[in-house]
T-cell receptor, first 115, second 114 residues
Framework: AQSVAQPEDQVNVAEGNPLTVKCTYS??????LFWYVQYPNRGLQFLLK??????LVKGSYGFEAEFNKSQTSFHLKKPSALVSDSALYFC?????????????FGQGTTLQVKP | DAGVIQSPRHEVTEMGQEVTLRCKPI?????LFWYRQTMMRGLELLIY????????DSGMPEDRFSAKMPNASFSTLKIQPSEPRDSAVYFC????????????FGQGTRLTVV
């Protein structure tokens, strides 16, 4: 069964500093990996995805993520955090085997960027 | 496109009442997903459809929950009878394909059962 783990409930970082939000996954076969962001009282918004190819994926708002197959990780990163980046971040995985289309989310990590 | 549209945005109902949540997916999207979000359990996939056909309903918590998709532009999630523990935010999402395209989420319906 596929699963996603986000080991940190909350990440705190000062504005201007780099940020990392961690994600590890477990699937059969090659994974398709996604990051979403949720602002208060809003739905989830897509940030970026890894399907195949270059392990470093760039997405919206200056975010990027690195796929590491040996460590089964897909950590979200940004070189310089903004206060407006404060939100709830979700990692998600789907697996092509069986082509079920099932997208499974991690439990979410709250990012707090302080001025 | 206006995106995924859910209604109502907020619903407060009494225990035992029937609740119906509605979703209009993005035109041209083949997949539709219903998720539930709570503090305790995070984001749970309840059920999803492909071309209006339910594919996997293993996340539906119990028989009080049912979902339908009578056509490509409309889906409902019904809870009958509702219970306080059903209080959550329910999200609908749609996607063009299955495993390798992103899903687009609606704003959610915040359900409170008193």
């Amino acid at each position: 069964a596929q699963s996603v783990a986000q080991p940190e409930d909350q990440v705190n970082v000062a504005e201007g500093n780099p940020l990392t939000v961690k994600c590890t996954y477990s699937v059969s076969g090659n994974p398709y990996l996604f990051w979403y962001v949720q602002y208060p009282n809003r739905g989830l918004q897509f940030l970026l995805k890894y399907i195949t190819g270059d392990n470093l994926v760039k997405g919206s708002y200056g975010f990027e993520a690195e796929f590491n197959k040996s460590q089964t990780s897909f950590h979200l990163k940004k070189p310089s955090a903004l206060v407006s980046d404060s939100a709830l971040y979700f990692c998600a995985v789907s697996a092509p085997s069986g082509n079920t289309g099932k997208l499974i989310f991690g439990q979410g990590t709250t990012l707090q960027v302080k001025p | 496109d206006a995106g995924v549209i859910q209604s109502p945005r907020h619903e407060v109902t009494e225990m035992g009442q029937e609740v119906t949540l509605r979703c209009k997916p993005i035109s041209g999207h083949d997949y539709l997903f219903w998720y539930r979000q709570t503090m305790m359990r995070g984001l749970e996939l309840l059920i999803y459809f492909n071309n209006n056909v339910p594919i996997d309903d293993s996340g539906m918590p119990e028989d009080r929950f049912s979902a339908k998709m009578p056509n490509a532009s409309f889906s409902t999630l019904k809870i009958q009878p509702s219970e306080p523990r059903d209080s959550a935010v329910y999200f609908c999402a749609s996607s063009r394909s299955s495993v390798n395209t992103e899903a687009f989420f609606g704003q959610g319906t915040r359900l409170t059962v008193v």
